[in-house]
């Protein structure tokens, strides 16, 4: 399971959401194993004076937080984030100076997941890859 929440300045964010879920999708579906119909992406659009970044950065900065399941490789995770920062900037052309991730894992327990709790649920692609 995953949960993907996007966040940016509304003037860069709005024009690009579809092909930048498309491109967060494929590097979750190749590094994680992700079963392709599984997607749950959450777009925060900011207006500028709400959304304060360090200097270096443009206004095609991004924020990405990735929450799921505990149990991927560290590898598997790494791969994920070298896909993100490749794909987006050669899809969108943003630079990987603009983006940040974050992964945050937690016991599928801690997840409530259509009337049940995350570890009693059948799934049907694997966590651990």
Not at 39 to 54: C, G
Not at 102 to 124: M, S, V
Request: with cysteine; net charge neutral.
């Amino acid at each position: 399971m995953g949960q993907i929440k996007i966040y940016g300045v509304k003037e860069r964010l709005n024009p690009i959401k579809e092909t930048l879920s498309n491109v967060i999708h494929s590097c979750m579906v190749e590094a994680l194993q992700f079963p392709s119909d599984k997607k749950f992406h959450r777009f925060f659009p900011m207006d500028k004076e709400d959304f304060h970044f360090a200097s270096g950065r443009t206004e095609a900065y991004t924020v990405i937080e990735v929450s799921m399941f505990e149990g991927r490789t560290v590898e598997a995770k790494k791969q994920l984030l070298k896909l993100l920062f490749e794909r987006i900037n050669n899809e969108l052309g943003i630079s990987p100076q603009d983006v940040e991730v974050t992964i945050f894992e937690t016991p599928k327990h801690n997840w409530g997941i259509r009337g049940l709790p995350g570890d009693e649920l059948a799934l049907n692609y694997k966590v651990n890859v």
